[in-house]
């Protein structure tokens, strides 16, 4: 069975003991919004502490030596490992929501191209992490910025960050180029493939406009053989190509 058939055909679990699916559907009970990525990253190893007592998480451990690169969750229990990488992504939205009510005064993130840049990424990372481990990865987006679900207009087909679409039905696998090939700083490979497929987090007529979720699971490298990703840009790299001109005119148009 080929790794792309494997992702269609299971659940993604963490530690194979826990689906992420049923454990953001109690999150959401607890915590329909956040105040941040970093809010989200407690509140959920929190739920999974308490549905999963016997698995351990750590936040922000460090992954390569003489480098500052740091996985936002590390999940493990004997003999399995699971990585976590999120990305939360908001638009302006002003309320207040759960029992008791709490005020959250969420800002617009746009720049929606350098969301799925980043997510990728974030794949990616997984991907090197986890090569020749018995370990899975899961790379989490959160938003309720329709754009990042729903399919491109016509106006975006031809958007530098085309490659890099992430919405309801597409399809990332091998190499990803930014624009037309002429900022390779920005381009990334896959070694798996992956189909997409989003979940709703938060109900449609939820106040904060909804909020969908995005889960992308990386397998063990034993699934597909051994091999050795290249390493991924820093975000401050990343950031630097975009002052070169390598983002182009992909701001504003989603």
């Not at 004997?78 to 939360?88: G, R, S």
């Not at 491109?152 to 031809?158: K, M």
């Not at 939820?206 to 909020?211: D, K």
């Not at 991924?232 to 390598?246: M, R, T």
Request: hydrophobic share 35%.
């Amino acid at each position: 069975m080929t790794d792309s058939l494997k992702q269609l055909g299971a659940e993604p679990r963490i530690c194979r003991v826990l689906s992420v699916f049923d454990l953001m559907s109690e999150l959401v009970k607890r915590r329909p919004v956040f105040h941040s990525e970093t809010d989200l990253q407690h509140a959920f190893a929190r739920a999974l502490w308490e549905l999963a007592p016997e698995i351990e998480s750590r936040l922000e451990v460090p992954q390569s030596a003489g480098k500052s690169e740091y996985l936002d969750l590390l999940c493990r229990r004997p003999h399995d490992t699971t990585a976590i990488e999120f990305k939360y992504w908001t638009r302006r939205w002003t309320g207040a929501v759960g029992v008791p009510p709490e005020t959250y005064r969420l800002k617009t993130h746009g720049a929606t191209d350098l969301a799925r840049l980043h997510f990728v990424s974030d794949i990616v990372r997984l991907e090197r992490f986890r090569a020749g481990l018995d370990q899975n990865g899961l790379a989490i987006m959160l938003t309720n910025d329709p754009s990042l679900w729903e399919s491109p207009g016509v106006r975006s087909r031809n958007s530098r960050d085309r490659a890099f679409r992430i919405h309801e039905g597409q399809a990332l696998a091998g190499k990803l180029s930014w624009g037309n090939g002429d900022c390779e700083r920005n381009d990334r490979e896959l070694k798996g493939e992956y189909k997409l497929s989003w979940r709703d987090y938060t109900p449609l007529d939820s106040p904060a406009c909804p909020f969908r979720y995005l889960v992308v699971e990386t397998r063990p490298a034993r699934f597909r053989g051994e091999f050795a990703a290249p390493p991924v840009p820093s975000q401050a790299s990343v950031g630097e190509s975009f002052k070169g001109g390598c983002r182009g005119a992909t701001t504003g148009v989603v």
